[in-house]
């Protein structure tokens, strides 16, 4: 790959990527690519891999299939078959420094914080990861941007046990916050884009749980993504507080993180029901169902702290010392 697309954002190397192979013909008029399996193929997640499919939908390279997808544009050759494309595994995602570790400290501060606060140590942090000072303060200041980590008064990095009260505080924020929310934004978004976040519930209710299954995606379309068309930022500003909570469904099947599959699946219909409300133009309802939703959410993840209870941890990593 060119030193140019290197420098490129993943989701502009996906897309020149699935470009070139429609024209030198690897990938057919026709044929069909679905969301899911561009991001396996080429080892990135969902979203990078949808506004790829979009670019090229926006040129009039692809065209949304019926039911699911997109179809290669184009004349077919005569006798063939629609039939799905076959992608070339191309690991395109390069993992820079700071993600690396950022998922590692992300998964284990999750884990930590259910039972004990702790001390993120800066220098060891840098140490046991083989990097620079500056690429651990890289990661430590943008988990601080989201919540995960915090400074006490004498400077040092924490991240402080997370109890049953916090999180039902912070749902109780979402549910007075987010229906509102909702509402506003319902008037500034298009069928089309609320149809485009419903295909990726469905997917993912399709045949579910499966390979791919990115709830990490679902999560940030509804509650992050459309909520971002709201045009009441303070209320957009209060509601930052509350991603932490996100964090952890991108764990599902870590022995602590994880919660039952049935009340994921329950989640994603709950989902598909605030869009098919927002679609039927019934903004009002689709706020009282997130509200819900939220109440239900905020029951789920009391889950995680029945499940740590009966959880083993091993000692604490180097750079991590108990509060």
């Known amino acids: 790959m060119s ?147 915090a400074k006490d008064a004498m400077g040092r990095w924490i991240a402080t046990r997370i109890t049953p009260d916090k999180t039902h505080h912070l749902y109780e924020l979402r549910w007075l916050l987010e229906p509102e929310a909702l509402q506003q934004a319902a008037s500034h978004v298009s069928s089309d884009y609320l149809e485009q976040l419903r295909e990726t519930v469905v997917d993912a209710l399709d045949g579910f749980p499966r390979e791919g299954f990115d709830t990490d995606v679902v999560e940030h379309d509804l509650h992050i993504r459309l909520l971002s068309h709201c045009p009441n930022g303070e209320i957009l500003q209060a509601l930052a507080r509350t991603r932490m909570l996100f964090v952890p469904t991108r764990y599902l099947f870590d022995p602590v993180l994880r919660i039952p599959l049935t009340s994921i699946e329950d989640a994603l219909n709950e989902h598909r029901t605030i869009y098919d409300l927002l679609l039927a133009k019934k903004p009002a309802k689709a706020a009282a169902a997130l509200h819900a939703h939220l109440k239900q959410a905020d029951a789920r993840w009391l889950q995680r702290f029945e499940g740590a209870a009966s959880a083993t941890l091993e000692e604490l990593p180097p750079y991590l010392t108990r509060l």
């Not at 993600?99 to 992300?106: A, D, N, Q, W």
Request: glycine fraction near 6%; include cysteine; hydrophobic fraction near 45%.
């Open 3 to 149: 030193e140019t697309i290197e420098k490129h954002s993943v989701q502009e190397r996906a897309y020149a990527l699935l470009k070139t192979m429609i024209a030198d013909g690897r990938l057919a008029p026709g044929q069909k690519l679905l969301e899911a399996q561009v991001a396996k193929a080429f080892g990135i997640s969902r979203s990078p891999a949808r506004y790829a499919l979009q670019a090229l939908c926006n040129e009039r390279l692809v065209n949304e299939a019926s039911g699911r997808g997109y179809e290669v544009a184009g004349k077919m050759k005569p006798g063939v078959a629609r039939e799905r494309a076959v992608l070339d595994e191309v690991k395109i995602a390069a993992v820079q420094q700071w993600e690396r570790i950022y998922v590692e400290l992300e998964r284990e501060l999750c884990a930590r914080v259910m039972f004990v606060s702790v001390r993120i140590v800066e220098e060891r942090l840098a140490e046991h990861f083989g990097v620079s000072r500056t690429v651990a303060r890289d990661v430590l200041a943008r988990m601080h941007s989201v919540g995960l980590v």
